[in-house]
């Protein structure tokens, strides 16, 4: 089993940038494959990106592509998602997800532990 806490969000400006931290505790970390979920209100959940095991392979969700970059650090048992241009659409809870399966996917149904979210709001 993993622990996972999110860190990071906050308020900022359309165009602005945030990085959003996820410390993990308990199981290796490098048995997981580490994903970002986020969730707008009223919405429904949706992916984000995704890192596998060794941090060699990177998924994107289309609306976030050449934006955002997922990475992380083994040795510190942490996976970072860097935003940059930053719309209101953005606006939502994120969440970090751990996924014991080799495959690294982008639903929400193939992670197995969740962290608490952290809340992101780009104003306009």
């Known amino acids: 089993q993993v622990q996972l806490v999110e860190s990071g969000g906050g308020l900022v400006q359309a165009g602005g940038s945030l990085r959003l931290s996820c410390a993990a505790s308990?199981?290796?970390?490098?048995?997981?494959?580490m994903g970002w979920f986020r969730q707008a209100p009223g919405k429904e959940r949706e992916f984000v990106a995704a890192?596998?095991?060794?941090?060699?392979?990177?998924y994107y969700a289309d609306s976030v592509k050449g934006r955002f970059t997922i990475s992380r650090d083994n040795a510190k048992n942490t996976v970072y998602l860097k935003m940059n241009s930053l719309k209101p659409e953005d606006t939502a809870v994120y969440y970090c997800?751990?996924?014991?399966?080799?495959?690294?996917?982008?639903?929400?149904?193939?992670?197995?532990?969740w962290g608490q979210g952290t809340q992101v709001t780009v104003s306009s």
């Open positions: 997800a751990a996924s014991v399966r080799a495959v690294v996917y982008n639903s929400a149904t193939r992670y197995d532990y």
């Open positions: 890192i596998s095991r060794s941090g060699g392979m990177t």
């Open positions: 308990g199981r290796t970390f490098t048995s997981y494959v």
